[in-house]
């Protein structure tokens, strides 16, 4: 099955800076790639996703980027706010799971953004 | 537009009493249904999956089990809680036409005392 690798764990930035959260995964036929923001004690929000017929998507402050031959996406947060603090998780999933499709969640980025 | 409700938001339930969480979706036919645990850090561990009413793969083996009773209602149960059950709770269900992904319920936080 599909394995997702999420890096760093911790990442603190001052504000203003930016942020870059990488995974890589395993599987080549994984096709979609979500990005979910977790802010304390609530539920993860889908923030920005990207398939893999697109290298780069942005959508204001975030972008991701993704590099199929290599396996691996990123997310990049611009101009970072303290809101931007929170857990942000990437996942994929494979086009071949058909009907009991599932997404795979890297371990997770605990952002702190310092202001 | 579709709506997903999870019930209770908080719950304090002593060891060895059973469990009852309940997931319905508004809105769509059909859905993808899963159950999610985040334990002590960040990790989202998946329990179960249903991709129809009365189809549960299970994920993890454990003392708890899930159950699909009606196309929108997604149930996860214990007879006897653990100390380890402690944790949140996240129903999701999914969409995968034009690649949505899963949208979450708003989760419940169980502490097993």
């Known amino acids: 099955g599909e394995n997702v690798e999420q890096h760093p764990s911790t990442l603190s930035v001052q504000e203003g800076d930016s942020a870059v959260i990488k995974c890589t995964y395993s599987?080549?036929?994984?096709?979609?790639f979500p990005w979910y923001k977790q802010e304390l004690g609530k539920r993860p929000q889908l923030i920005i996703d990207?398939?893999?017929?697109?290298g780069e998507k942005k959508d204001q402050r975030i972008a991701v980027t993704l590099n199929k031959t290599a396996k691996h996406f990123s997310l990049h947060i611009t101009e970072t706010q303290p809101e931007d603090s929170a857990v942000y998780f990437c996942?994929?999933?494979?086009?071949?799971?058909?009907?009991?499709?599932?997404?795979?969640f890297g371990s997770g980025t605990q952002l702190t953004v310092l202001p | 537009s579709q709506t997903i409700h999870q019930w209770p938001a908080t719950l304090v339930q002593p060891v060895g009493s059973p469990l009852s969480l309940e997931c319905t979706v508004e809105?769509?036919?059909?859905?993808?249904l899963y159950w999610y645990r985040q334990a002590a850090g960040r990790g989202l561990q998946l329990l179960f999956y249903?991709?129809?009413?009365?189809?549960i793969s299970s994920e993890v083996p454990q003392n708890l089990s899930a159950s699909r009773p009606q196309d929108r209602q997604f149930i996860l149960s214990s007879k006897k809680l653990l100390l380890s059950d402690s944790g949140f709770y996240l129903c999701?269900?999914?969409?995968?036409?034009?690649?949505?992904?899963?949208?979450f319920g708003s989760g419940t936080r169980l502490t097993v005392v």
């Open positions: 249903s991709v129809g009413i009365g189809q």
């Open positions: 990207i398939r893999s017929n697109v």
């Open positions: 599987d080549s036929a994984s096709n979609y």
């Open positions: 999701a269900w999914g969409r995968w036409e034009g690649a949505h992904g899963y949208t």
């Open positions: 996942a994929a999933t494979p086009i071949s799971s058909g009907s009991a499709r599932q997404l795979t």
């Open positions: 809105g769509t036919s059909n859905p993808n």
